[in-house]
Nanobody
């Protein structure tokens, strides 16, 4: 059973930065496509970013492109989300997800395309 544990969330001011981490255990992390999603209060979960197993393919939501960077360290079984220039509209619970199977692309934006999920970490950006 794969377990994903997020960390690094918190309360920050607009313009600040945060780095989220997602540590995986119980599976073959280096073969998974990893994604970050977020759920603002009272809204549906939405895609943020995804990275394929080799870090050769990255995809971002338009709302975070140029501000957020997804990366991974397969030696540490961890995926990261560096968030810069944070805005109040970035406030949400951020969750990481893992998709089994090595893929050359990182074009998986739908929640149903992922097999495992973490519990999430709250990010609050004040204005």
């Amino acid at each position: 059973q794969v377990q994903l544990v997020e960390s690094g969330g918190g309360l920050v001011q607009a313009g600040d930065s945060l780095r989220l981490s997602c540590a995986a255990s119980g599976g073959i992390f280096s073969t998974y496509t990893m994604g970050w999603f977020r759920r603002p209060a009272g809204k549906m979960r939405e895609f943020v970013a995804t990275i394929n197993w080799s870090s050769g393919s990255l995809t971002y939501a338009d709302s975070v492109k140029g501000r957020f960077t997804i990366s991974r360290d397969n030696t540490k079984n961890t995926v990261y989300l560096q968030m810069n220039s944070l805005k109040p509209e970035d406030t949400a619970v951020y969750s990481c997800a893992a998709r089994r199977g090595m893929s050359s692309s990182a074009s998986f934006r739908r929640t149903y395309e992922y097999d495992y999920w973490g519990q999430g970490t709250q990010v609050t950006v004040s204005s």
